[in-house]
């Protein structure tokens, strides 16, 4: 594949819930969407999936299919976004892509970036949402 046709879909970059997750669970520390986009702006490719496709692609014009389960549609809903915040756990609506099939979903840039705020927000205690219930952990 050739390396700037990346470089030119970061415009429409998307990030799939299982991303984010795996972005916010890191072992070695939390990786934010800047430096994901910087990688992907100055990096190169070191493995090829010619069978995969990199985002929801389009079938047709204006159907995009899921990444995941390569079988649903993706169409815009809004959606709660789970965020891990240490042991918290923030519940945040966004508007996102969701595949009709399997429920992946699709964040934008600009969301991913709503989200890394309101995780700071939390954490500088700049917001306090309410508890919606507690989480007990059986053993
Ligand atoms: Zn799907």
């Given amino acids: 594949m050739d390396y700037s046709e990346i470089r030119h879909c970061l415009t429409e970059c998307r990030f799939t819930d299982h991303a984010r997750r795996e972005m916010e669970t890191e072992l070695l520390g939390r990786i934010g969407v800047e430096e994901v986009l ?31 389960c390569k079988q649903g549609e993706v169409k815009p809903a809004t959606i709660e976004a789970e965020l891990k915040v240490g042991r918290d756990r923030l519940l945040v609506p966004v508007q996102a892509e969701v595949c009709v099939e399997c429920g992946e979903a699709y964040y934008s ?31």
């Fill in 109 to 139: 840039t600009e969301t991913m970036r709503y989200l890394e705020r309101v995780r700071e927000d939390f954490l500088r205690r700049v917001i306090t949402p309410s508890s919606i219930g507690n989480v007990y952990q059986v053993v």
């Fill in 38 to 68: 910087y990688v992907l702006n100055t990096g190169e490719s070191i493995e090829e999936y010619p069978d995969d496709k990199p985002y929801p692609f389009q079938k047709e014009e204006s159907i995009m299919q899921c990444v995941i």
